[in-house]
């Protein structure tokens, strides 16, 4: 069945083109049949086209005030709510995901949209920075010196499989890109296709209603990965938005990497996300932190980047009735369904090979038939022992999907030994009171090491976006641990510090002008104001 | 002949420890002969200690309080002093730089680190976010979230030629990295390996004095590649600050990029710095722009970063007043004398090679005999017009010494032409008046995506040590535009923002705690305050 509105072109600097390459369809992952329209892969050619329109309208585009820029961002934000339900329903179609966390995830791409329209407004984000001129300064005169952050050009965004509205075509890594100045080639993820039509459609109205040049926003379909190579590859790119695998992320990288000219590539590749529970939380409150481990793990059929893939807790009588919570948990759940049969085949994959590692066994499994076998997420329940995750460094690592791994630990020098081991997370989550902490700290210590996100007695799914937010962590959670993802801080990804010596007032972005006709908050000889 | 203070040896875990490897000597550029003692490289397990004892003390530094890391910068600069002569006659002795530039150069780096030393005191730069929580939000509560810079862990930093104090062992690198709490490990460079040691020992005293691990600072020698490339590859280190050639920082970044474990690389390049002289500024005061170019480049035999080695203006009879005072400033100038033998081959091979383009002639070069063959720096003028510039990108590379290509365009058009083909540079400076900027806005377009400074009816040499200072632009001249290697934004290379959710009070830093009791600049909900 097709959607008569789609054409399964892309969106190159304001004209459905169609792309000219392999031609691909959507999966329906509720029965694994596909559906229509027909999308072309871009070509070469395409690619360029989008690429080059990007450069023609990045000096336009970073000249806008950033009262155009925020209308911009909201317009975008009406734009797709204008879409209407044929938006959540072609979404709906494409991933499985239920219509309500649909309808929630456009709500927060609308939110995001408006969050950075509103940094963007308020202006403060550019850090501008002004050390004024001493004239009678020995030896030599001091000049002045004035600097801000500035948009860094063309950004290339690569949807998400698992946020199909929120990190796909408009979502964060757009937004924060458009917000900061910055022209955007997005390139459309083969699992929401039609989504992504719907959504640039959308992005591309916003741009002819605020009247900006057409080339700040393109966007190509590429099952291919040579669409993403080229992407990356374009001399007229700066940098690189990507949320997905770990493989994928650090394929980009080395693409990155290996140009005449490099650029950051800023890869989100999700994480194990371990969750500690420590002796006293566990003799209080076991169960119900049993509880909140299920449902955040079974969550969107474990399609989270901050999914809680791993737990650990000390062993002994405190733990059985948590443990008993967590197997009958997964054991009642039914078979979720997983946004498209590769993730679903990759994901038993991993398990298969986790089920093989000596020492892992399985405490539960979802029971009941799957809505479609290619597609069904049974959500399984390992355990382990410590030392053999210390020992067997592919059980550190992410399974992505609902499954979850157990640590028994002999005690808590185990459990810290573990946490000492990781490779870099998103999050770590502990649950534990305050003697837990006093008790612990070394773990606390250990965990601010290799994590982003430290969440105490809660869950690591739900990521506020909020100016403290941090969503990346260290190598592999993220490619540049110093940059977030979610939250107002993801802006600070496209942009770079220029400075004016002596320039007269007339050559001076408002942002640094003498009287700060914006009104931002600014560091004058080392002091912060607004005045 | 030997200073028989020095021990040729490293610095390790607060340990002198020979490097064990193979031995060579200071050079002295005055005459082209060695000086004592011999210098042995490290070997790989020197090296290795060396990480792992950053490693050891990463958590105890890190955990200092603010006061404690200021006291240690102040001390890094008083123990700088305490050497007095003998440091300013030994980095003389091995750099032929003159001695006053040496005492100027010393102060600049005793103001690095009291610049940071306020700033770590001062303590805003953390970018501490606090978003409260909300417990009745709906649909779901909000956490209460918080999140502040902290410090990546050790870090390796490579000692520059042309500084040997101020971006060398206890340089601007050195001091940003221990002022965000984080170890460092240098590698002296070795053209000045006397000098590394002796400023190495007072880094170290003042690690004693403050009763700091004394992994806190470590230093190696290695003029061999192998010793750099074990420092980068070792699984201690999270990041890497180098100052020195193209070729040197893109091999570092290779390296970094390859690891099992990317980290990021803050690689200063330097550049060609071009100068353009608009018509207006020609006019008025085309001699005096002149000599300052002259001055400018000829500085410290043309060893800046940031030395102007190109000058762009429009042909016609106001510029010839102003090619004949650069001519007469070169052909009057004596050759200088530049730190190494092999920098002077350098510098020989890349002028013959700007030399045998077609287009371009030698107009001038310094007169006299050079104090010694092996180092003499004669400065030189070369001449090209816009057009060859645009044919032959070798062109619009540095020559790292006194050599400066004129370039005469026809025209303003040509001149933007060449500014549009230039890929990055630290800085740009332009000669213009009011009238000229507003002529000439697309050239300063232009330049504002090419470099991190642009500098107005100055000169690029003089870097300062400020808020709003950019040393650092799009690649080649860093490998990553988005930071700076001098300034105070310099210690964001070394941090990555960590979040907390829902922290009880005693797991938060004090930077996030309630009732801000080290009273700094924080955003709570959105505003700014310290309150």
Redesign the interface.
Known sequence: MSAPGLTGACFVDGKVMQGGGATFQATDPSNGGTIGPAFADATMAVVARACEAAAAA??EYAATSKTQRAQFLRRIASELDGLGDELLTRCHRETALPMARIA?ERARTKFQLECFANAVEEG?WVDA???RADPKRQ??P??D???ML?A??PVAVFGASNFPLAYSVAGGDTASALAAGCPVVVKAHPMHPGTSELVASAILAAARACQLPLGVFSMVHGKSHEVGRALVESSAINAVGFTGSQKGGAAL??IA?ARE????VFAEMGSVNPVFVLPLAMAQRGPAIAQAIVNSALLACGQFCTSPGMTLFCDGPDAEPFVRTLVAGVASSAPGTLVHPDICANYERAQREIAAVPGVSLLAESSGPAACEATGGRARLFVVDAESVLRTPSLREEIYGPASLLVRCKNAAAMQRVAESM??HLTATVHGD?GD??EHAGL??AL??C????????VPT?V?V?????H?G???AS??????AVGL?AM?RW??????????Q??LPPELADGNPLGI?R?ID?L?GRA
Chains 1, 2 share one sequence.
Not at 261 to 264: E, L, Q, V
Not at 451 to 458: K, L, P, S, T
Not at 479 to 484: I, V
Request: net charge positive; glycine share 10%; proline share 9%.
């Open positions: 990045e000096d929630s403060s920075r002004i050390d030896p030599l001091k000049p010196l004035r600097a500035a860094i050009g990288c080395r990497a000219r490099p650029i950051p490779s870099g305050d902490l006093r606390l210590r601010r090491k994590v982003g996100r430290i969440v105490h007695n809660g739900g506020e909020c100016a403290a937010m941090q990346g260290p190598w592999p490619s540049d641990s110093r940059f977030t801080r600070l942009a770079r510090s220029v400075a004016w010596q002596d320039a007269p007339a050559a908050w560091t080392g912060l």
